[in-house]
């Protein structure tokens, strides 16, 4: 029999774990990758192919892991102001840095220490919303990771834009640039519904429908925030957004920390997908969401860091590890979010959450090859009685050996390929000094 001809062929991986509807786990198999595409899974694939081979004995092979909600650019104000009061954080440590800083040079170099940090640790798509959002896509396009971005809109003034209205012109314009590409994927990103106005979400919402991309925005993520619909609107959060009909299968609503029993009921309804956020929520002290609940009544819920500003780390195996755990500590059940659920959330419920699960999410032939290789041959992974629990438990970010995005390694033997650490570090250092500037 003829050989065919592979791109790339994963061999002798311990375990595949595919994430598909089955939940399907491979032992001591191949994954064959052709055209940035899974090609073959299975038991000696490698001998009916030939190609670039890599042996990954003593690795569990995942679909990348899906960022559902980060502001990548925050890198740059890791750390900073750390341990005060929400308004306190806000208003004398970030707004005032954001406002004197905030342009392209400053969110493509905060960016680019937020991909390394992404890659490194698996993760291959995430979704971003802040300002400047043509540098975070040059990004993109010069390390290949794979991102859903959207330019925040509010009603005052931004380092983005003027007024909401010069904000929708500015998102239409990114969405026609991108709208075809396979790495950048524009959204429309109203910030809230206590910052827009409802003819701005409104409006925000009429641009995603007519050009069929995600509808990124925050909800229900403080008691500030709920308390200030109510008074101003008479519905609360979800109440409002549904009557003035923004919410829909291509909603992808950031925290939802204070649904109500009747909210829940309105986002499994009108399909709204959620972006959980579980360390930022405790740093910040806003709470935490409902996820087993919303899980139950068939909410598809992803898994997002927040930015770093307020997390502090992109690290999506330390977050699910978090969830899985704080949902079981709050509802005093050892059953709930079970570890298959929590890294459904990191991969095919995370790509359901942003439109992509035809193309990602699973580890399946046809699909996108973007696969997360974790070495297991550590003692703190071992023994190994069950992968997903080790994963979500046991695991840690630095435990990623080797990232793929799209059929191209990014990511091998743990070394970042498509970055350059110290050239980063460098750059971080340099923004510091500057932002310490502002303070004295």
């Known amino acids: 029999m003829a050989l065919k001809l592979a791109d790339l062929i994963l ?44 042996t990954c004995k003593n690795k569990i092979a995942l679909p990348g892991f899906i960022n559902t909600h980060t502001h990548a650019a925050m890198t740059l104000l890791r750390g900073y102001g750390s341990d005060n009061p929400l308004k306190v954080w806000l208003e004398e440590y970030i707004w005032p840095a954001e406002g004197k800083f905030v342009s392209y040079e400053f969110v493509y170099d905060g960016t680019e ?51 909401p209205e010069e904000g929708i012109q500015k998102t239409e314009e990114f969405i026609q640039q991108y709208k075809d590409d396979m790495f950048v994927f524009p959204a429309v990103g109203p910030h809230a519904p206590y910052t827009c106005s409802p003819e701005t979400l409104k409006k925000a919402y009429e641009l995603s429908e007519k050009y069929g991309v995600l509808y990124h925005i925050h909800i229900a993520e403080t008691e500030f925030e709920v308390k200030t619909v109510k008074e101003k609107y008479g519905k609360t959060p979800v109440e409002h957004l549904d009557s003035i009909g923004v919410l829909s299968g291509k909603t992808l609503a950031a925290h939802m920390v204070y649904p109500t029993e009747n909210e829940i009921e309105i986002l499994a309804e009108r399909e709204v997908k959620v972006a959980h956020c579980p360390e930022s929520n405790l740093k910040l002290a806003s709470g935490i969401a ?5 899980i139950e009544k068939g909410v598809v819920v992803g898994i997002g860091t927040d930015g770093t500003a307020s997390n502090d780390n992109l690290d999506i195996i330390g977050e699910i590890a978090t969830s899985a755990k704080l949902h079981k500590g709050v509802n005093k059940d050892p059953t709930v979010l079970n570890a298959k659920e929590a890294l459904l959330m990191a991969t095919r419920w995370g790509a359901e959450a942003v439109g992509m699960s035809d193309l990602i999410g699973s580890l399946e032939e046809g699909k996108l090859a973007d696969i997360v ?40 033997n743990k070394e970042v390929l498509v970055l350059d650490k110290n050239y980063l570090i460098e750059k971080a250092n340099y923004w510091k000094k500057k932002i310490e500037e502002i303070r004295k």
């Open 113 to 163: 220490i937020a991909v390394y940090e992404m890659l490194r640790t698996g993760t291959t798509t995430f979704v971003d919303m802040y300002f400047y959002e043509n540098a975070v896509a040059d990004v993109i396009r010069k390390t290949g990771i794979r991102g859903v971005l959207a330019t925040g809109i509010l009603d005052f003034p931004t380092p983005g834009a003027k007024t």
């Open 11 to 54: 061999t002798d991986i311990s375990y595949i774990l595919t994430m598909n509807e089955n939940l399907t786990v491979i032992e001591d198999s191949d994954i064959v990758i052709k055209d940035g595409k899974i090609v073959d899974i299975g038991k000696n694939k490698k001998d009916e192919y030939f190609g670039r081979t890599i």
């Open 373 to 412: 290789l974790i070495d297991v041959s550590q003692p703190h992974l071992n023994p190994l009685y069950d992968p997903y629990t080790q994963i979500v438990h046991s695991a840690t970010g630095s435990d990623v050996d080797t990232v793929i995005v799209n059929g191209e390694i990014k990511v091998l």
């Open 290 to 294: 409902p996820v087993p609940k919303m």
